[in-house]
């Protein structure tokens, strides 16, 4: 991931893994870079294992989702293949420059709760008391 934010001198760089389990990231490289020519965004290089042919169309569906739902940002996609005859690159532009409020955590509705919900609410809370 490289980040930067308007007239930030450098560009911060990390590198790492994500505990799915916790949904937490395991960093295993943060660098700051120099940004010389005042870059800003947020770029985001993934590289996942496995059959791409299977899976492309659901992959770019969800992209053409996320890209609705967040119409504030552009999406790149660009799959490099080993020959440039299966390489693709879909662009979603971003659709305006107005920002959302930020999220508020909402609370579990008490339908979607199942039982191994509870125990990871349960696990992760220092309370004695519920």
Known sequence: VKSAVTD???VSFYQFNIDLHKNA???????KL?????????EISVVIEGNFASYK???L????????ITPYATFDFRF????NKNSMHHLFQRRTDKMPPPPQEAKHHPSDVDLELLKKIIAG??????
């Open 8 to 10: 930030q001198e450098f």
């Open 25 to 31: 990231p395991i960093v295993r490289e943060h660098k």
């Open 34 to 42: 120099k940004n010389s020519n005042s870059w800003r965004g947020t």
């Open 57 to 59: 169309s659901k992959l």
């Open 61 to 68: 569906r969800y992209l053409k989702l996320i890209a609705i």
């Open 80 to 83: 490099l293949a080993e020959d």
């Open 125 to 130: 809370t220092k309370q004695r008391k519920l």
